[in-house]
Nanobody, 121 residues
Framework: VQLQASGGGLVQAGGSLRLSCAGS????????MGWFRQAPGKEREFVAA???????WYGDSVKGRFTISRDNAKNQVYLQMNTLKPEDTAAYYC????????????????WGQGTQVTVSS
């Protein structure tokens, strides 16, 4: 599986962005998909994940503001980010994992390249 993230950019606090992650491979729909972020000098942080069947879970810092979704027919995963805050500024990465421990596993099966999100105050 190859992953390509896009949709990052510069936005003012309170604004919205939608990230996309395009996946390749016929087995895309069988993977747990997730979004992670990493700001300079900080550890990687779990943002959101979605199962092949559509079950979702979120990191505490984004609950109620971010929504993850997927379109298996298009091999796409999305992250709708609303009410953005300056502390959301980071490089955002999508990942795919066969196992359900995508939020906590040290090693995941596949990673995409990052897309930068910058939120100005």
């Amino acid at each position: 599986v190859q992953l390509q993230a896009s949709g990052g950019g510069l936005v003012q606090a309170g604004g919205s962005l939608r990230l996309s992650c395009a996946g390749s491979g016929r087995t895309f729909s069988s993977y747990f998909m997730g979004w992670f972020r990493q700001a300079p000098g900080k550890e990687r942080e779990f943002v959101a994940a979605i199962s092949w069947g559509g079950a979702t879970w979120y990191g505490d810092s984004v609950k109620g503001r971010f929504t993850i979704s997927r379109d298996n027919a298009k091999n796409q995963v999305y992250l709708q980010m609303n009410t953005l805050k300056p502390e959301d500024t980071a490089a955002y990465y999508c990942a795919a994992n066969r196992r359900s421990d995508i939020a906590t596993a040290t090693l995941l099966d596949y990673w995409g390249q990052g897309t930068q999100v910058t939120v100005s105050s």
